[in-house]
């Protein structure tokens, strides 16, 4: 530590210089004086062993002055006055202390002011030699006056100009405050928007190592804040997708910009988030850094999963019209002619029991259409008395010629209920949970056990399940002994078009229609899940509590006539069989395969027919043209309107219509036969309406 001073001086003076420091010591400078030496002999050269607080008790009072002194930074100095203190050998000593700066050190001076008798009388003397010397002193002075003065008016017009300059950095001050605030205000607006955009935000230097993310990333990715910052942003990303990434890096760094089209990042439960997005390359610091925005597009990618299962769906459905038409065409012949030969044969015959083989057949196969047009949503649903151990013994039944070999059925139909529903529908339930159950199986093989109880339900059970209501309900359980399912996805089973099957394997529509189905019949459905050994499906349908009249159940008798019928149709082969159907029935018949000839032969004579039976679809003049031509005709005509299928018209179209019935093809006698005989009997449209598969 350096003072700008000669040392040799305080020497010569007799002070002890003392520098302060900042921890409240003082380190001696130079040679000690004899005094000092006397009042403090243990004290060497170097830094005081003590504060000086407790080397010099007079200096107490005098340090908070000179403290506040060196902190204002003045020039000149200041005296603490004469004190005495008392030496180690009983002499009392005279000292007094002055405080400066110089050359930017805290100085303390003490220097000794010890005198005896004889020097208060050289004193004296040196006082009168003083006085003396005052009028020449006071005559300095005067000149000291002026020049002073002059030196204040020089100091005074400096003092402006001072101002003038002071006022000018005040306003650049100012301005560079404003600048400040301006720049915190800028910067603060940055980071709330940053941290609040709704994609994800990844600040990253050059070479990939992320600085800061906002909130969005920190939800993307389950994680907080810290544990993001720090890592890679390859670390982000499955192996498969670093070298992607990692090239959209070097773009934004070189380009200043860079695309990320579709990706996947790194989820919680090591499952997979879509992202999409892209990286912009800034400077910031002097160094180069790379933000990348990554937006969420899983919802997206599933909502367009779902359209195009929709479009699928749609696509089925306006197959299945089509197809169902030609298909119950077919099916009208199979079953016509079946019934008619049958009718020439003895019961007891091998051919009648052979022919009972091929009714039933087509009986199945047309049940099999009206299940398709239901699921594609083509048909109304008929809601009646079902026995529900039938219907799922038919299901097995059907469902049991496609299951591996090595899955093992055992059923368990305890339950005689009845419940009112579509027995199409039933049907599609039971398919759908037997064929999850095989599904679940086909690898290694099992036991597929269906269980069909009564039980009892309570209004805890009730308010568990909304929409189900307390009571006797049938239960159908149907259990496997495969994987189980995921408790990750338990919750989303029953979700539309959702679905942990391959590619082609499964459109996630099972699942959402039988919970569907369940929930309009007043039923719940519901999942016990053993994770690694199977799962069962518990199915709750609301019994019947009445008595289920036997006359629903039982197929109507067939009745017969002699009235006169007009039957149109433009397939030969529907005409040849409805002339001999008919005609066995007793009805005396006229058939034409065009609509034009039939509506020529009805102008001739409008009283000649009691009912015409008319398709739908033909070419030239259709059923519903020719339904209104006849009825511009004969107002009061009973007119039957008979279908393959087809989403033009329904059952409340063929009424609005003034059509007395509507039959849906393929046509079966003892169907047709009560048909005819309602409209003709006076029966009205609603009541005469036949279903397709029911009878």
């Known amino acids: 530590m350096s003072i700008d001073c000669r040392q040799d001086l305080f020497k010569a003076l007799e002070m002890v210089v003392l520098v302060y420091r900042d921890d409240d010591r003082c380190s001696l400078l130079g040679d000690l004086p004899g005094w000092f030496r006397k009042l403090c002999p243990d004290v060497l050269p170097g830094s005081l062993p003590a504060s000086p607080e407790e080397r010099f008790p007079f200096l107490m009072n005098f340090l908070v002055d000179a403290r506040d002194f060196w902190e204002l930074g003045k020039g000149g100095r200041i005296r603490s006055g004469v004190c005495v203190q008392t030496a180690p050998d009983g002499d009392d000593m005279a000292f007094e202390a002055s405080a ?120 993307l990715l389950s994680c907080s804040r810290n544990s993001l910052c720090g890592r890679r942003v390859t670390d982000l990303f ?8 990692r090239s959209a890096l070097a773009n934004a760094v070189r380009d200043g910009i860079a695309y990320i089209e579709e990706s996947v990042m790194n989820g919680e439960d090591q499952s997979f988030i879509q992202v999409e997005g892209g990286g912009v390359g800034l400077d910031m610091d002097g160094c180069r850094h790379v933000v990348f925005s990554l ?69 199945r196969a047309k049940k099999l259409v009206q299940q398709i047009l239901t699921f594609s949503r083509q048909a109304d649903t008929v809601n009646q008395p079902v026995k529900v151990s039938a219907i799922v013994t038919e299901a097995l039944k059907l469902i049991q010629a496609t299951m591996p070999s090595g899955i093992d059925i055992q059923p368990y139909l305890e339950s005689p209920a009845y419940v009112r529903c579509d027995p199409t529908q039933l049907h599609q339930i039971c398919i759908n949970l037997f064929s999850n159950a095989g599904h679940a199986m086909e690898e290694d093989g099992g036991l597929l056990e269906v269980r069909l109880t009564d039980i009892r339900l309570d209004d805890d059970f009730a308010s568990a399940h909304p929409g189900i209501k307390p009571g006797l309900h049938t239960q159908l359980s149907v259990a496997d002994t495969g994987k189980g399912i995921a408790e990750s996805v338990l919750g989303k089973i029953f979700d539309p078009f959702f679905t942990t099957k ?3 394997k499964g459109t996630g529509m099972g699942l959402s229609v039988v919970h ?60 040849d069989l409805t002339t001999q159907v008919l005609a066995r029935l007793g009805y005396k018949i006229v058939a034409k395969t065009s609509s034009l000839e039939a509506l020529a032969l009805f102008k001739q004579d409008p009283a000649a027919f009691d009912l015409v039976i008319t398709d739908l679809t033909m070419p030239q003049l259709a059923g519903k043209a020719l339904a209104k031509k006849l009825h511009e005709l004969r107002p009061n005509l009973p007119i039957i309107l008979s279908s393959g299928f087809s989403t033009s018209i329904s059952d409340e179209d063929a009424r609005e219509m003034g059509f007395s019935a509507y039959l849906k093809k393929p046509l079966v006698m003892r169907e047709l036969a009560v048909a005819i005989r309602k409209v003709l009997d006076g029966a009205k449209a609603p009541e005469a309406s036949v279903d397709p598969i029911n009878g």
């Open 238 to 245: 499955p192996e498969r997708e670093a070298g992607k990434i």
């Open 100 to 219: 400066l700066l110089l050359s930017g050190q805290k100085i303390l001076l003490i220097e000794s002011c010890e005198y005896d008798y004889s020097e208060k009388q050289s004193l004296i003397q040196t006082g009168r030699q003083l006085a003396l010397d005052l009028h020449q002193h006071q005559r300095q002075e005067r000149f000291d006056k002026a020049l002073r003065e002059e030196l204040e008016a020089q100091v005074k017009q400096r003092t402006g100009a001072l101002l003038q300059t002071n006022l000018r950095l005040k306003a650049e001050i100012m301005e560079r405050q404003k600048a400040e605030d301006s720049l915190r205000e800028s910067e603060r607006r940055f980071r709330m928007l940053f941290d609040n955009l709704f994609d994800a935000q990844l600040l990253m230097d050059a070479d990939g190592w992320i600085q800061n993310v906002n909130r969005a990333a920190c939800h």
């Open 502 to 504: 391959a590619a082609g």
């Open 295 to 363: 937006r969420d597009i899983s919802h997206r990618k599933q909502l367009q999963s779902q359209l195009q299962q929709a479009q699928k769906m749609e696509a089925m459905g306006s197959l299945a019209s089509g197809i169902s038409h030609d298909f119950n065409n077919i099916l009208s012949a199979i079953i016509g002619y079946t019934e008619i030969v049958r009718m020439d044969l003895d019961e007891r015959s091998l051919a009648y029991r052979n022919l009972n083989q091929v009714l039933a057949a087509g009986n």
């Open 516 to 575: 569907g189905i369940v929930a309009s019949t007043g039923g719940a459905i519901t999942v016990e899940n053993r994770t690694g050994a199977g799962c069962c499906f518990m199915v709750y349908l609301p019994v019947m509590t009445g008595p289920v009249a036997e006359s629903s159940l039982l197929q109507p008798a067939m009745k017969t006539g002699a009235e006169r019928i007009l039957f149109v149709d433009d397939e030969q082969f529907q005409v």
